[in-house]
């Protein structure tokens, strides 16, 4: 199974990305962090959510929130730094907007016209998008690298259309703190796709679980400051006590 690997240090950070970081870690709830950081793998209850065990209790934790704020800060953390993932074989960004847009409901002639023009908006921007996030685009127009911001999560080919998409249309290029904020966004949404399609893969395999046992919750445990909201909307939920269970069922 992968391991999560250690983020490079603070120091090495830009300031526009340290400013970014600062604002998770100041929103940060350090009683979840103290329940990832003590969780162990129980069971997958379905593709999005699995059990595990934290000190004395059994939690439930619906990975996708989860994986789009782990994801989401691991693209900062590892800018300048990023672990890449080559496709093999390249694929032609206007191809994949094509894909991205008729799936959307446009028409083939828009999707190719779009297509074309991201193609050129995202060589123009392939420098940065390669040398701070690991978004390879190569010299005719196709993507040859993405970045795993969660270490282990396989990249999977239907999450790329939306993605370049995304690249293209809801990345922010006019300053350096709205790329990255907006790049980390599309790279998190990215990943919560990519964890979906392992698991629709995995459940159909009789393998349920394995991603978010070997490569999710090893990343969450290292690498999640999770936000305070993820305190009331049903991502962490504390089930049950185990050691009043142990009680009960010494009286039995």
């Known amino acids: 199974p992968p391991r999560a690997r250690p983020n490079p240090p603070p120091a090495a950070r830009l300031a526009s990305v340290a400013a970014l970081l600062a604002a998770v870690d100041a929103d940060a709830h350090p009683g979840l962090a103290d329940v990832l950081r003590g969780a162990t793998f129980v069971g997958a209850v379905d593709g999005e ?6 000190s004395a209790s059994l939690f439930l934790l619906r990975l996708p929130p989860l994986a ?10 590892r800018v300048d730094a990023p672990v890449t993932v080559a496709l ?21 002639g828009e999707a190719a016209e779009a297509g074309t023009l991201a193609a050129r908006l995202l060589l123009l ?10 978004v390879r685009i190569d010299g005719e127009g196709r993507l040859a690298a993405v970045p795993a911001p969660v ?11 939306a993605l370049v998409l995304a690249l293209a249309q809801s990345v922010d290029y ?3 703190p709205s790329f990255f904020a907006t790049s980390a966004a599309a790279l998190a949404d990215y990943a919560v796709a990519c964890a979906a399609a392992a698991a629709e893969e995995e459940e159909a395999e009789g393998r349920a679980g394995w991603t978010a046992e070997h490569a999710l919750l090893p ?6 400051a999770p936000p305070r909201a993820r305190a009331g909307d049903g991502s962490i ?11 009960v069922f010494e009286r039995c």
């Open 49 to 54: 959510r699995v059990l595990v065990q934290s």
């Open 68 to 77: 789009r704020d782990l994801a989401h800060q691991q693209t900062l953390r």
């Open 125 to 134: 921007k392939a420098g940065p998008l390669d040398d701070h996030l690991g």
């Open 237 to 247: 939920v504390e089930l049950a006590r185990l050691d009043r269970l142990y009680r």
């Open 151 to 161: 270490d282990g999560l396989r990249a999977a080919a239907r999450a790329l259309p």
């Open 174 to 176: 006019t300053s350096e």
């Open 88 to 108: 093999d074989p390249s694929v032609a960004v206007a191809a994949l907007v094509e894909v991205a847009l008729i799936e959307g409901g446009a028409s083939a």
């Open 219 to 224: 990343a969450l445990r290292a690498h999640l």
